[in-house]
């Protein structure tokens, strides 16, 4: 049985990488530092771009991917792409025969089919968004 990577953006330390990140691209572009070598302002920046690199890619480092925060999620259950959702649009979710369905408020479906994932995982899932949904339908 395969697992979900859960990700609600609140992890500090990919915090501290996106704003390290931020202020070596701002050092190595402005040039806040005079070096001997003008070539270290632009590794510097370099350095600040493959951090931002690592942590818009750890999207692509699991198959099975959920990321949320107060306002919208991001499902990539078994594929290459994944569907962001809003929850103040989601209108009710589904959970049998090894699928989740949610219905969005304009009618459409979007379907998961879990049935390789853990039943723990599927089902925190489940709550997760629902407990999203209730709290921004409010």
Do not use: C
């Amino acid at each position: 049985m395969k697992r979900i990577y859960f990700d609600n953006l609140k992890n500090w330390i990919w915090i501290t990488i996106l704003i390290l990140s931020l202020l070596f691209i701002l050092a190595g572009t402005f040039e806040f530092f005079q070096f001997d070598n003008p070539k270290v302002n632009k590794k510097i920046s370099a350095i600040g771009f493959f951090l931002q690199a690592i942590y818009y890619s750890k999207v692509i480092w699991h198959k099975n991917y959920f990321q949320w925060n107060k306002k919208r999620a991001y499902i990539r259950i078994n594929s290459w792409t994944g569907k962001s959702l809003s929850f103040d649009q989601i209108r009710t979710t589904e959970l049998n025969n090894k699928k989740l369905i949610i219905t969005k408020k304009n009618g459409n479906k979007v379907s998961f089919d879990v049935n390789e994932i853990m039943e723990s995982d599927t089902q925190k899932l489940n709550e997760i968004i629902i407990k999203n949904t209730i709290a921004n339908n409010v």
